[in-house]
């Protein structure tokens, strides 16, 4: 038997805002959150700019005194997902009241965690000096014995356990007591998508009741700054970094790395009616799609076959003929959240994918990247772009594509340009496809609809 699957929470950080109804006030004015970096001195790198989260402060979020001091060893991305998953479980009205669950009936094993969480940040200066200590110049090697004695007097135990790509998921089912399923997968840029796919299928056979599913990542280091510079994946727009970001122009260099996490409570239908009464859904997830291109790491296949195939497996499970209107002749889905990263081969290359999947509908499409206005926040992009099409359904809006001033003839989809779209006098949302496309070939995507009883 399989059941339907229903989102109840959502909780995002952004650099545009930590807070769904905030950031997507920022993102419907087309507001840009990229500039130059804070972390570290960047003043000679090729891209100095980044899109930051900033004013963070995991206090504002779990204010629980035994909880936050649990927390207080997390790192920057697992301190993220908690404070997303904090909103979502909020707003899900699984959380507690004046001490006391506000559903008794909560069996915290059958509550999963699903997450698409990226490695914590090394500890870059005490590494390298560690590294320094340990180097016979005469002899050119590393002496380990030193190396060793370094590491100890140098290094934090807590630190180092952080950098493990599984630290956000630990920290998260411990603050909200799920006993349940745990994974945590690591598929780059549709890391987060594909959490909440699989998430989203364990619920449908069964394996659990509820599931805090998204994800959480920040790069934006020396180390994880340097690697996508050096694979000229960035744009070098240093003089004019806002509006750097430029998804499906004929004038894009780059992405722009962000950061941040986005995290759902994903419920069983059947779930939620015997707690029914005090929140409603906020929409229905109704299908997912996964392949991998098997092409090349570094390149998407040029035919756009992954990603049409990720699409299409999504809509097939939804039960959406893509070629084919809707009644009253609408497209067969409202919206497309693209993944739109401002790379010239990704843009292109979904352009094509899409067009080959809905075919004569495809000029009907709107669709739109969020990376030009917050940046491309690697692992937790695909969750913060899914709640960008909830956000949609629930609003009847949709988020433009910013700094689209010079189309490019090979992306000649319908991209919302510059200005974010009111759909609600021809009969808002109901239908949303979200993608995301991780590096090595990793494709995903998800289908969510108007939750209706």
Partial sequence: MSRRVVITGMGWITPLGCGVESAWRALLE?????????????????????AEVRGFRLSDFITDPARLAACRDAGLHAQYALAAAAMAWEQSGLG?????????????????????????????????????????????????????????????????????????????????????????CMTACAASTQAVGEAFEMLRRGDA??????????????????????????STRRETPESAARPFDQTRDGFVMGEGAGVLVLETLEHFENRKGEVEPLAELIGYGSSADAFRITDMHPEGKGPASAMSRALRQAGIDPREPREGGRAPVD?????????SENDSIETRAIRQVFGPQAPRLA??????????????A??????TCVQAIRTGWLPPT????????????????????????????????????????????????????
């Avoid at 700094?403 to 992306?411: A, F, G």
């Fill in 367 to 380: 669709v739109s990247s969020i990376k030009s206005m917050m940046g491309h926040l690697i692992q937790a």
């Fill in 402 to 453: 910013m700094n689209l001033q010079r189309p490019d003839p090979v992306c000649d989809l319908d991209y919302i340009p510059n200005r974010a779209r009111n759909l609600n006098p021809t009969g808002g949302v109901e239908v949303c496809l979200s993608n995301s496309f991780g590096f090595g070939g990793q494709n995903d995507t998800l289908v969510v609809r108007r939750y209706r009883p």
């Fill in 335 to 343: 919206y497309v959240s693209a993944h739109g990263t401002g790379t």
């Fill in 30 to 50: 087309g507001r840009s959150a990229i500039g130059p970096v804070t972390r570290y001195d960047a003043s000679t790198f090729a891209t100095n700019f980044a």
């Fill in 96 to 184: 507690t009241r004046n001490g006391e669950p506000r559903y008794a009936g909560l069996n915290p094993r059958r509550v999963g965690v699903y997450l698409g969480a990226g490695e914590g940040c090394l500890d870059y200066p005490n590494f390298v000096a560690t590294n320094l200590a340990s180097w016979d110049a005469g002899s050119r090697t590393v002496d380990a014995r030193r190396w060793a004695e370094a590491a100890l007097a140098r290094m934090d135990t807590r630190r180092e356990l952080e950098q493990e790509p599984n630290a956000a998921l630990t920290h998260v089912a411990s603050a909200f007591g799920c006993r349940g399923p745990a994974f945590n």
């Fill in 209 to 234: 009741d509820v599931m805090l599913a998204g994800g959480s990542h920040s790069m934006i280091h020396l180390l994880g700054m340097t690697g996508f510079i050096r694979l000229t994946a960035m």
């Fill in 382 to 387: 695909g969750a913060v772009e899914l709640m």
